[in-house]
């Protein structure tokens, strides 16, 4: 699996990186997201799913072919 985000949308809610820590974190200066890799490492893909699931603005998109 693989994601992607479009940090210039986020509103720096954070809930993704709460539930997904090793895959997304906050910029310091304004609190949007970081995509810490592209590729989702193995055993994460729940917390992935569940961290595009509950994005306010809705900017963390996955792919399910990628790999």
């Known amino acids: 699996m693989r994601v992607r985000v479009?940090?210039?949308?986020?509103?720096?809610?954070?809930?993704c990186a709460l539930v997904a820590p090793d895959?997304?974190?906050q910029d310091?200066?304004?609190g949007t997201v970081?995509?810490?890799h592209?590729?989702?490492?193995?055993g994460h893909e729940d917390?992935?799913?569940e961290a595009a699931a509950i994005c306010?603005?809705?900017v963390i998109a996955?792919?399910?072919t990628g790999g």
């Not at 479009?6 to 809930?15: E, F, L, M, R, T």
């Not at 592209?38 to 193995?42: I, R, S, W, Y």
């Open 38 to 42: 592209e590729a989702v490492p193995a």
């Open 28 to 30: 310091d200066d304004d």
């Open 62 to 64: 996955l792919n399910h």
């Open 6 to 15: 479009d940090a210039g949308k986020c509103v720096g809610a954070g809930s």
């Open 34 to 36: 970081i995509l810490l």
């Open 23 to 25: 895959v997304f974190d």
């Open 56 to 58: 306010p603005a809705g």
């Open 47 to 49: 917390q992935v799913r």
